[in-house]
């Protein structure tokens, strides 16, 4: 199966400053999204990007699909930034998802 | 919006006990999941299913059946509760084109 693979696992900054986070998948897939794992454990959902680019506020995603990979910025993080990004990836479309071990963001006052 | 509800946020049961989950969602989603969620173990795909009545195990099937006798409700039964089975569980459902997935709040099961 595909292998998912995200980085750096954790990641520490302080209010304001910017950060990128990086997936990279072992094979083309058809889907890929990107999910905020709040406090609570609901996983949100960021962007749904399996090529192109998006942004949505201070987010902003890019996947190169031909290189296997992701790209999630975050620009003047803030404090409930914080919390896990888990990139998600499929090539069968109706079929399950492999998750990549995520990122933990904490992101200090 | 998608909206995928879970019967419970919390819940505390007896090793040995019948346990059911339970998944609802509202976007007529043809495809739905069952995860859990474990320090340092990631999610781990348990049941999905691509249709009413259909069902396909995932990575860690064992100890676990699944049903869905409607389209917008997919449950998870622990037929026997152990210890072992202490864990997060989260519900996802799928739509198509796009292919998204949203995921509902999860339930935080112990027990004891």
């Known amino acids: 199966g595909i292998q998912v693979e995200q980085s750096p696992p954790d990641l520490i900054l302080q209010e304001g400053a910017n950060s990128t986070l990086r997936c990279n998948f072992s094979d083309s897939v058809n889907n890929l999204q990107w999910f905020h794992q709040n406090p609570w454990g609901q996983l949100i959902n960021l962007f749904y990007?399996?090529?192109g680019t998006k942004q949505n506020g201070r987010l902003s995603a890019t996947t190169v699909a031909t290189e296997r990979y992701s790209l999630l910025y975050i620009s003047s993080s803030q404090t409930t930034d914080s919390g896990v990004y888990f990139c998600a990836v499929d090539n069968t479309n109706a079929g399950k998802s492999t998750f990549g071990d995520g990122t933990t963001l904490t992101v200090k006052p | 919006d998608v909206k995928v509800t879970q019967s419970s946020r919390y819940l505390v049961k007896r090793t040995g006990e019948k346990v059911f989950l339970e998944c609802v969602q509202d976007?007529?989603?043809?495809?739905m999941f069952w995860y859990r969620q474990d320090p340092g173990l990631g999610l781990r795909l348990i049941y999905f299913s691509y249709d009413v009545k259909m069902k396909e195990k995932g990575d860690i099937p064992e100890g676990y059946s699944v049903s869905r006798e409607k389209k917008e409700r997919f449950s998870l039964i622990l037929e026997s509760a152990s210890t072992n089975q202490t864990s997060m569980y989260l519900c996802?459902?799928?739509?198509?084109?796009?292919?998204?997935?949203?995921f509902g709040p999860g339930t935080r099961l112990t027990v004891t």
């Open positions: 996802a459902s799928k739509g198509s084109s796009p292919y998204e997935q949203y």
């Open positions: 976007m007529d989603h043809e495809n």
């Open positions: 990007i399996p090529s």
